[in-house]
């Protein structure tokens, strides 16, 4: 299997929105709505964001979102705030009991 | 609160085998899924498996013929064994709880395979 396809960075100032992409087949993004994304500080643990495509965990903010279409799961960020510079990963059930991480986007907040 | 906690060697050698535990606190392993997943450094995560507390197992392929895991219920941890390492298998190894999702992590433990 191979990993998803992330840009390898964004970036925009406080207060945009910005979108990460993650490019799979149909064998994985495009065949199931498991698709999570986390956000991941630097030595910290990775936080689930999104889960079941566009599900938000109690306790994060509305300002995060995400969407499927086809083979490509997004991740929106809107109302961008410092402390959301951070790493993020998406991840997506391949099927058989397996799954596929992207490579991660690191996000620069200007 | 659920709270994962890695703990290991931080240095193995090439060839060896490489054993990592995830202690779970504020939670049982007797419910859900435990995986394993790791990023050597500068790439992506990779995730590496998940053990069930009666021992049932899926892994990812590109691991199956060196992974091993198991759950120690009494002990409330879960654990990884990989064999035949290599500086390939140098990452920071974190341990999550599973559903479909990866909900709850580790902070991560980094593994350096070097003689």
């Known amino acids: 299997q191979s990993a998803l396809t992330q840009p390898r960075s964004v970036s925009g100032s406080p207060g945009q929105s910005v979108t990460i992409s993650c490019t799979g087949t149909?064998?994985?993004?495009?065949?199931?709505?498991?698709v999570s994304w986390y956000q991941h500080h630097p030595g910290k643990a990775p936080k689930l964001i999104i889960y079941?495509?566009?599900k938000r965990p109690s306790g994060v903010p509305d300002r995060f979102s995400g969407s499927k279409s086809g083979n490509k799961a997004s991740l929106t960020i809107s109302g961008l705030q410092a402390e959301d510079e951070a790493d993020y990963h998406c991840?997506?059930?391949?099927?058989?009991?397996?799954?596929?991480f992207g490579g991660g986007t690191k996000l620069t907040v200007l | 609160q659920v709270q994962l906690q890695e703990s290991g060697p931080g240095l193995v050698k090439p060839s060896e085998t490489l054993s990592l535990t995830c202690t779970v606190s504020g939670g049982s392993v007797t419910s859900y899924y435990w995986s394993w997943i790791r990023q050597p450094a500068g790439k992506g995560l990779e995730w590496i498996g998940r053990?069930?507390?009666?021992?049932?197992?899926d892994y990812n392929p590109s691991f199956k013929s060196r992974v091993s895991m198991s759950v120690d219920t009494s002990k409330n941890h879960f654990s990884l064994n990989l064999t035949s390492v290599t500086a390939a298998d140098t990452a920071v190894y974190y341990c999550?709880?599973?559903?479909?999702?990866?909900?709850?992590w580790g902070q991560g433990t980094l593994v350096t395979v070097s003689s």
């Open positions: 991840c997506s059930y391949a099927g058989s009991y397996n799954w596929v």
């Open positions: 149909s064998s994985d993004v495009g065949g199931h709505n498991y």
């Open positions: 999550a709880r599973t559903n479909w999702n990866y909900d709850y």
């Open positions: 079941d495509v566009s």
């Open positions: 053990v069930y507390m009666s021992g049932s197992t």
